[in-house]
């Protein structure tokens, strides 16, 4: 199946910095990618959908100049956290989907800890 | 939007058993079903799906069932095994859309 890879995979930073995750699809070229938020034994929470060439759609209550989004590549997106509070502290997971993107595949999170 | 509902949120069953999962979702132009499991800090890992024209898919002894009339689907795992503990999620998609994921079972194989 398809490869998604997600650098860093673990993440430590302090409060007012900003942090930038990277999302990958290794093997695929993907023109969207999804970026979710999973709490401590929660569900995942979409946060925003990245559109390569364009700007990404955000999810209702996900503040945009956040969490920036940038997506300048068929295989590469990337989601900056600025201004890092420690309640953004939670696993950050990306997603790309093949076409129709029906199955998606996951990257394999970054746990951001804001100290 | 969607909305999926997943019950029970934990679950636990004697090895060897079976284990039911169940899913409802809000809209009717739902037309893929995948289910996830995912292990503590590890990324969902899709362990079966089913599209709207089918009523029953089975692999090995992972089933999925969809009743599109009351808008919900069932995960089945027969003769569980203690590897089979972890965290499932189902989800709904509708068309190119987003996926939107149910809050998730903890299931745990009692040995």
């Known amino acids: 199946g398809a490869v998604v890879s997600q650098h860093p995979s673990r993440v430590i930073c302090k409060s007012g910095t900003s942090v930038k995750i990277e999302c990958r699809s290794l093997d695929f070229q993907a023109t969207t990618m999804f970026w979710y938020r999973q709490f401590p034994k929660q569900s995942l929470m979409l946060m925003a959908t990245?559109?390569?060439?364009?700007?990404?759609?955000?999810e209702q209550g996900v503040e945009k100049d956040k969490f920036l989004i940038n997506h300048a590549s068929l295989t590469l997106s990337t989601l900056t956290v600025t201004s890092a509070h420690p309640e953004d502290s939670s696993f950050y997971i990306c997603s790309a989907g093949g076409s129709p993107p029906y199955e998606q595949y996951f990257g394999p999170g970054t746990r951001l800890t804001v100290t | 939007g969607e909305n999926v509902e997943q019950h029970p949120s934990t679950l636990s069953v004697q090895e060897g058993d079976s284990a039911v999962i169940k899913c409802t979702y809000s809209d009717s132009a739902s037309n893929y079903f995948p289910w996830y499991k995912q292990e503590l800090g590890k990324r969902p890992q899709l362990i079966i799906d089913?599209?709207?024209?089918?009523g029953e898919k089975k692999d090995q002894r992972i089933a999925v069932t969809l009743n599109k009339t009351a808008k919900h689907f069932s995960l089945h795992i027969t003769e569980t095994q203690p590897e089979d503990s972890a965290v499932y999620f189902c989800a709904a998609i509708i068309g190119n859309e987003k996926l939107t994921f149910g809050t998730g079972t903890r299931l745990t194989i009692i040995p």
């Open positions: 089913i599209r709207s024209n089918v």
């Open positions: 990245s559109n390569e060439g364009s700007k990404a759609t955000y």
